[in-house]
């Protein structure tokens, strides 16, 4: 009968399953190895595609289909994650950060888990077998799977970020053969995986299987030193196998030279290298070493790299080099952690693109083909073990399970199943010991092991046993000290104190939910500037949003947590990449923003108005980069006889090269620096980086009198006329009511002062003032409404207003003075002041509501895209144009957005003879979308925003930064709104 027991005892790992190994796929010969994948190899078996299916709520029931055989009903896809079978009653996606799933009870878990009974048939040709070997494996499969094979048990496995491999020889047979994996939802190591993320079930890794001549190699290790004069290099390794066979080896050169050749005495092969090729991630000179043996040829990647620590730096290949990185999850909308690898490639990819130079596998081993492609194309990796405990925090003890001798074995299992996996890959830089599971001696035990194997060749890293959560004290498990989200006082603190000999690394940063990260700029200026500080990986790289269906426009609609019921669930709060969940770069203003932060061209403006290019890069010239600049004047012209010229120089490696442009003798100009790849792989531009003279507004023509003003006041209002062009105000609540040209009105709504912004993801922990202060229900009060001043010249309206929530004294008190000229023109000027004792407002300005044709836009200020006063790194000085609402972010959950920071002019039209133009010689913030504050703030998602019903147009002096805050530090007080805010606006009408 058959009884499933393991899950339930997190004493038990595995059962029949083989030793971890190094990941490789052997070849029949050396040039397939070394350049097919491997589904091309004659020793790999693909079991990839469709299987027969059968879900249950609870694992048990599954037992008399497993005794019986029957035929299951349902097909599903190998690899795939159940849950985003949708529609198809499968359980549902849950997203929960740290709360776990079920009940706090360890090592117990729920009576009934749910589970999903794959089978299939394989046919085996008896001259595959014949001889061979035959390794079943697993890359992942999540929670845990029984295995039965021709009717008989073979294995259990939990890990589900890892490779479980079973040697499957003695179940197989000539023909037809049966396999069926039972997976679970929950085991007891469920424990151990409480990351942040969506949680899913299934087989989500690929499987295959791999039938091997006997007297194969069972693993190699490869151990490439280098000595600390850069001019030595060696390569020992260490073969595994069984039998008197022979084996070879050849090691082939960066340039596909051979290095050395021979035949393995014993079971080691070791080999000289002169002047190495050094792999780093600018120039990732990657070796081959071709290992053979029983006919087969297996390829090992090589890289030679020094990593050590010295006077609290890190270096590498002796440079303090900077770690410019990023978190990565396995996440697909449409595949969960079956993300394909076509897109594992294209994420690694786009990283290259946006001057990443590192990536943590967020919290779990990747896929073994993740690193492969990080070797060759340059990617620091900090690959992690697949433990968290998040959620053991609700019962006030977040290392419960880590110091709980009990569950060492699991700890250790998973710490030796990174190791021997990824062991061979130079892009690794360190292993992690995990993620915010506390700290304790399972931890320990874990660093000793991988020391012990590793022998110094990398760092080791796990921010959960840093000082600031070990009683200030630095563990010597770890290499270096690793921080999130801190405050760049707790930075300071660190790098001040002399007791502390670990170089400092944030392991995650500048948290980029939604409209953000803000604070990406001065991060990477704190990087920068000290050799101890390491660098850091940004949270993260892509939303985990779950696509649902399309709009009827094609649009992709997507879900977060809560959306399919599930509970607990924590929200939005996996919508927190810098990329959308299509990877779509051109609605990702926080990906450009994460390439200019990450530029490897420094520029600096000097007090003699030269530039200065500083070449960031440790190991590589700048002869790959077209470097170019362009002069915008005030005007929003390009200015100089050679706009885009290029600046001929090839930089050293950490050198420089300063030049003068040629500037206009009159007015402003913005230098901007633009540096893009010359040829190679990645297109992408590197960065633009503005340097600004003389900022200020720009001329404006000589005013012409467009006729005389005509000022008609009735009990309620007053109306001013110039020419065909007429301005309305109201007495009572002093508001702008109406502009009127020719007959057609501009206005939909009267002009309001406003306080409020739909909270950004990072407004997520300061909105709870704001709604306690009532921010988000101001309401406008008008005190007087005063004409000071009406004449065929002008006419002048002063008007004393407050913003204020019911049962509340008023937050806001301001002065709003209009002036209407004979050149038909209306400036606004605003004086406000918060009330004391109130948090920083989200924004202080005009909002005005014009038809929704006035749909193009037009503004001499920082753009293409938007950008905020802590936010614009992307942004440049210039005239830009573009449809409203088209320049902003594109939240999944609405929220401010869109905004240009260092406006002088703008102009919103239906056409280009009717427009409403904005100016003023004080830069403002410049805002249009179709959707009003309000709006925005209420709607739960992107799609199930309503129909626009006109175009809402923000005019600030001032907004509060961006930052990072829904998980990092608060905003900076220089980025908040100021007690005091003084503007105005000049309006013209066409």
């Not at 290992?291 to 290949?317: C, Q, S, T, W, Y």
């Not at 993260?540 to 879900?559: C, L, N, R, S, V």
Request: aromatic share 12%; charged share 25%; net charge negative.
């Amino acid at each position: 009968m058959i009884e499933l027991k393991y899950h339930r005892d997190p004493a038990v790992q595995h059962i029949n399953c083989l030793p971890p190994r190094a990941y490789y796929v052997p070849f029949a010969d050396e040039k397939s190895a070394g350049g097919k994948p491997r589904e091309k190899s004659p020793f790999f078996f693909d079991m990839c595609g469709e299987w027969d299916f059968k879900w249950f709520c609870r694992a048990e029931d599954a037992i008399p289909d497993l005794e019986s055989g029957a035929v299951l009903p349902d097909r599903i896809t190998v690899p795939s994650c159940w849950q985003m079978q949708l529609g198809r009653g499968y359980d549902a996606p849950q997203y929960t950060n740290f709360n776990y799933p079920f009940p706090l009870d360890p090592p117990h878990i729920p009576d009934e888990i749910p589970a999903g009974l794959y089978s299939r048939e394989f046919f085996i040709a008896g001259k595959r077998i014949k001889d061979k070997e035959a390794f079943l494996i697993f890359e992942g499969v999540s929670s845990c799977f029984y295995l039965w094979i021709n009717g008989k048990f073979a294995a259990y496995s939990t890990v589900s970020h890892c490779t479980s491999e079973i040697d499957v020889t003695p179940y197989l047979r000539a023909g037809k053969n049966t396999f069926k994996i039972l997976a679970l939802k929950w085991c007891a190591a469920s424990y151990l995986e409480d990351q942040d993320m969506w949680r899913m079930s299934g087989v989500f890794r690929p499987v295959y299987m791999l039938f091997r001549p006997k007297g194969h190699i069972d693993d190699i290790s490869v151990r490439p030193t280098v000595q600390a004069s850069l001019k030595k290099a060696r390569l020992d390794c260490v073969i595994n196998a069984g039998g008197d066979e022979a084996t070879a080896y050849k090691l082939i050169s960066p340039g596909k030279d051979t290095v050395a050749e021979g035949v393995c005495e014993g079971n080691k092969i070791s080999v000289a290298v002169d002047r190495p090729a050094l792999w780093s991630d600018e120039i990732p000179a990657l070796y081959e070493l071709f290992v053979f043996r029983a006919g087969e040829a297996i390829r090992i990647p090589v890289g030679f790299r020094r990593v050590e620590i010295k006077d609290r730096r890190m270096l590498v290949n002796g440079q303090p080099i900077k770690l410019r990185g990023v978190n990565h999850h396995d996440t697909d909308p449409e595949y969960g952690y079956a993300e394909p690898i076509e897109r594992v490639y294209d994420d690694l990819q786009i990283m290259k693109e946006t001057n990443m130079n590192c990536v943590r596998t967020s919290h779990y081993p990747a896929d073994p083909r993740f690193y492969e492609y990080c070797d060759r194309i340059g990617l620091w990796v900090v690959d992690e073990a697949d433990i968290e405990t998040h959620g053991c925090d609700a019962c006030g003890n977040r290392s419960l399970l880590s110091d709980d001798p009990a569950w060492k074995p699991c700890y250790l299992d998973r710490a030796e199943r990174l190791y021997e996996r990824d062991k061979n890959h130079p892009s690794i830089i360190m292993w992690s010991l995990g993620n915010e599971s506390g700290y304790g001696r399972n931890h320990d035990a874990m660093s000793r092991l991988i020391r012990r194997r590793d022998g110094g060749l990398r760092l080791i890293h796990y921010e959960g046993a840093n000082t600031l959560q070990n009683e200030g004290r630095q563990s010597s498990s770890v290499d270096v000290e690793s921080m999130m989200y801190p405050a760049f006082e707790q930075i300071d603190a660190y790098l001040s104190n002399p007791e502390y000999d670990q170089p400092l690394f944030l392991c995650e940063y500048c948290h980029a939910m939604g409209n953000g990260p803000g604070d990406l700029a001065a991060y990477n200026e704190r990087f920068d500037s000290d050799d101890r500080f390491i660098g850091g990986c940004i949270w993260e790289f892509a939303d985990h949003g779950i696509k649902i269906g399309e709009t009827a426009e094609g649009e992709p609609k997507y879900a977060y947590g809560g959306y399919f019921g599930d509970s607990p669930n924590d929200g939005n709060f996996c919508i927190d990449g810098l990329l959308r969940p299509d990877r779509d770069l051109y609605r990702s203003p926080a990906a450009d923003e994460a390439m200019e932060a990450y530029s490897p061209i420094g520029v600096t403006k000097n007090d003699d108005q030269s530039i200065t290019l500083f070449n960031k890069r440790f190991f590589s010239d700048t002869s790959d980069l077209d470097l170019r600049f362009e002069t915008v004047g005030s005007d929003g012209c390009l200015y100089g006889p050679a706009p885009g010229e290029t600046i001929e120089a090839i930089i050293p490696p950490r050198g420089s090269y300063t030049f003068k442009p040629d500037l206009p003798e009159k007015g402003a100009a913005c230098v901007t620096v633009y540096a893009a790849r010359r040829d190679g792989e990645f297109v992408t531009g590197l960065m633009n980086r503005e340097v600004v003279y003389r900022m200020a507004p720009p001329d404006r023509p000589a005013k012409r009198r467009a006729g005389s003003v005509e000022v008609k006041e009735t009990d309620r209002g007053v109306t001013v006329s110039v020419g065909s062009l007429s301005y309305g105000f109201d007495r009572l609540t002093g508001k702008l009511t109406s502009i009127c040209k020719g007959g057609a009105e501009r206005l939909l709504e009267p002009v309001r002062l406003s306080a409020w912004r739909a909270p950004t993801d990072n407004d997520r922990i300061i909105k709870h003032q704001w709604y306690a202060n009532g921010y988000n229900r101001l309401k406008e009060k008008c005190y007087s409404f005063t004409v000071e001043k009406a004449d065929e010249k002008e006419a002048v309206f002063r008007t004393s207003v407050s913003l204020g929530a019911d049962w509340m004294p008023p937050a806001v008190k301001a002065e709003i003075v209009y002036t209407v000229k004979d050149d038909g023109t209306l400036n606004i000027s605003v004086d406000s002041a918060r009330r004391d004792g109130l948090p920083a407002l989200p924004r202080t300005g005009l909002l005005f509501k014009l038809p929704k044709k006035y749909n193009d836009t037009e503004w001499l200020g920082y753009g293409p895209g938007e950008a905020y006063i802590d936010k614009r790194l992307s942004a440049s000085y210039g005239l830009w144009q573009g449809a409203v609402g088209a320049s902003g972010t594109s939240c999944i959950r609405p929220q401010e957005n869109g905004a240009h920071y260092g406006t002088y002019e703008a102009a919103v039209g239906a056409s280009a003879s009717r427009y409403v133009k904005f100016y003023s010689d004080r830069p403002f913030y410049f805002g249009a979308s179709p959707w009003s504050p309000e709006t925005l703030t209420d709607a739960p998602y992107d799609w199930a925003l309503p129909e626009s019903d006109g175009t809402y147009v923000s005019i600030d002096g001032a907004m509060a930064g961006i930052g990072s805050n829904s998980c990092g530090p608060a905003l900076d007080e220089k980025y908040k709104v100021g007690k005091d805010v003084k503007f105005d606006v000049t309006l013209t009408v066409r």
